[in-house]
């Protein structure tokens, strides 16, 4: 399969609807995901994402392919959009972990079943807030947004190698906690 270039879509976009509604269906999810699982709250994630997908509008002819990707450049749009929501709020909200993936629970399986799902993702979450806001990042960019280290290390601003070293890390300290409790 063919990868698509979403510089050239991204271009066309300001003249052909088409284009834009391709780079929306295919950006769209990735971006929603990675608002949710920092946001925690569908509503909130729901008015950020519209935000950045206005913002991306506004800009898109100073969109400077020379100087960063497509996935990129909307990527930091997502960033500088979270982190103006951030500043107008004093603390992020509790949810369970299925308000983030929302798996699909066979109906079938056992109610003790469902509960120890429950609790292991609960379980996970709590581990996550146990890690560095940069660790969290990374693994939200790598699991939520799908991107390679590569991507995630133009969107930090750091090196690819530094973020396979931090994930590798992470993932151990996840590890490491999830096994202690």
């Not at 469902?114 to 940069?134: I, N």
């Not at 790598?142 to 601003?157: Q, R, T, V």
């Amino acid at each position: 399969m063919e990868e698509k270039n979403w510089n050239e879509i991204a271009q066309q976009a300001l003249t052909d609807n088409t284009a834009f509604d391709e780079l929306y269906e295919h950006f769209f999810p990735k971006i929603y995901n990675l608002i949710y699982a920092r946001v925690k709250n569908s509503t909130v994630a729901d008015d950020i994402v519209s935000d950045v997908f206005e913002k991306m509008v506004e800009h898109l002819a100073a969109f400077d392919s020379s100087k960063a990707s497509f996935a990129t450049w909307l990527n930091r749009i997502a960033t500088r959009t979270l982190t103006d929501y951030y500043r107008w709020q004093s603390h992020r909200q509790n949810v369970e972990w299925d308000d983030v993936f929302s798996p699909k629970v066979d109906d079938l399986e056992q109610p003790d079943g469902q509960l120890l799902v429950k609790e292991g993702k609960k379980e996970l979450l709590l581990a996550m807030d146990k890690l560095s806001e940069r660790e969290q990042r990374i693994i939200e960019l790598k699991f939520w947004g799908d991107m390679s280290n590569k991507e995630i290390a133009e969107i930090l601003d750091i090196s690819s190698a530094n973020v396979g070293v931090i994930l590798f890390r992470a993932m151990g300290t996840l590890k490491q906690i999830l096994g202690q409790e």
